[in-house]
């Protein structure tokens, strides 16, 4: 027997899109409320009258959603449980719901016949000059061209940082059990996905790759370049560069080059800062997150890692 819900919230960067979903869960569904992610960002009380948040779209989708609320509110604790509706030309690790006809109504069915399961999924936050950032899919400490050498360092029960390992590579990167991020390295067993902790990426191409399991407590990354480019030779020859094409004398030369050869931190894909060389990421928060019983977690990851299906 279908259950009985009130609103649904669509997060849609398409009005085409918002429609469509719309107008899909009307025919199962004409009495629900639709709300507008758009207006809950100008007033957070419109979740109360929301059981679900659709996102339109690929994985970013789900990252964009969480990471502009945060921005918004300073928190994610009010968010509603997140079912991903994917287009189907994205690509989708997260996807609940596709956003063809026939799929979406059959898993909109299984939503309201009670078919599904909430669950509580770690997202990453760190604290760079200052801004706090949160990440669904990772955090990235990144410093190619250069080869560094990354330590991470876990918080004990004493409250302070111990060394765990440290690799030469050309990056670190920790990532969660939820983001796409997980999902796609842990095809053909690159990581192994584990919701009690979090995974740490070695990115060193040919100079180094590994990964460590970590439990899900307070980490740094700590990074010491070993052979940056940054010196005498290369501001000179950038400013000889730069009077050859006729542009004007760069007064300051070193912080510009940062841009192309310092450390830098990427989070969820997008770039948010030059010359970091240590960042500490929490894995305190979680958000509720909408899984079909046909495509649970342990399926989804046998799928990946083409796993036999063990009884």
Known sequence: MSQKFSGICISAQDDEEHQAVKELVHKLAPDIEIIDFQAVLQDQSLLAKCDFIFTIGGDGSVAWLVGTFFQAFGSVKNLKPIVPVTRPESVGYLKQLELEENKFLKGFRQILDGYYSVESRTVLTTEINNVKYISVNEIFLYSAPHLAEYTVLIKHNDEH???????????????????????????????????????????????????????????????????????????????????????????????????????????????????????????????????????????????????????
């Open 161 to 311: 940082y111990h060394p765990m390992t440290s690799t030469m590579a050309d990056g670190a990167m920790v990532t969660g059990s939820l983001g796409s991020t997980g999902w796609a390295l842990s095809y053909n067993g690159q990581i192994i996905l584990n919701e009690n902790s979090l995974q740490v990426v070695f990115a060193g191409g040919l100079h180094s790759s590994a990964n460590f399991l970590l439990p899900r407590k307070s980490i740094k990354l700590r990074l010491k370049m070993k052979n940056p480019v940054i010196n005498s030779i290369t501001v000179d020859a950038f400013q000889r560069m730069r009077e050859e094409h006729e542009l004007p004398f760069d007064g300051n030369a070193s912080e510009t080059l940062k841009i192309v050869y310092g450390p830098r931190v990427i989070i969820d894909g997008k770039l948010v800062a030059f010359d970091i060389k240590e960042i500490e990421i929490n894995s305190d928060i979680a958000i509720p997150f909408v899984f079909l019983h046909d495509q649970t977690v342990v399926e989804k990851a046998r799928k990946l890692t083409q796993q036999p299906n063990i009884k």
